[in-house]
């Protein structure tokens, strides 16, 4: 009698050290999950932000001439609304719109009346679904063949 309660007793220990293990190991493939999301978001952030300042600086090295910044950029530019669309597969290299997991989509402002000199536009980046990552405005000087037919030069 003696010896089947010691292996009785034995017994639930050792269900408790299994339980207590398999807690654990759902708490660390919790965290790993959560640390993957994390990690892939700031990744996407992180490329994002490259992209859209090489985007930014682009317009603004182009004096504001969007089909120049498509071209040098890669991608597509839409004359009737001065906005250029560029596209990203999953790896961040510049792909055709069926192959895209990101869009970078620069949309430039008329330049308001007495301010020729500068052209501004929206700059954003967002994922294929819609997902907004980030968004700011730029500004460029206007190239000088459009201050000169200002009258500005």
Do not use: H
């Not at 965290?31 to 994390?38: H, P």
């Not at 530019?77 to 719109?97: F, M, P």
């Not at 970078?104 to 330049?111: E, F, G, Q």
């Amino acid at each position: 009698m003696n010896r089947r309660s010691k292996s009785a007793l034995f017994l639930m220990e050792q269900v408790i050290v299994i339980a207590v293990f398999a807690i654990c190991a759902a708490a660390c493939v919790r965290i790993l999950a959560v640390s993957y999301i994390t990690a892939r978001e700031t990744r996407d952030m992180s490329n994002a932000l490259l992209a859209a300042q090489s985007a930014a600086e682009t317009y603004k090295a182009a004096a504001g001439d969007i089909d120049l910044t498509a071209e040098i950029l890669g991608g597509a530019a839409s004359g009737e609304a001065e906005s250029l669309r560029v596209y990203y597969n999953d790896k961040w290299g510049v792909s055709e719109e069926r192959d895209a997991a990101y869009i970078l989509r620069l949309i430039s402002a008329p330049p308001r009346e007495g301010a020729v000199l500068l052209l501004t536009g929206e700059l954003s980046v967002e994922k294929i679904t819609g997902e907004e990552i980030l968004s700011f405005p730029v500004a460029a000087r206007a190239s000088a063949a459009a201050r000169r037919g200002a009258g500005y030069e």
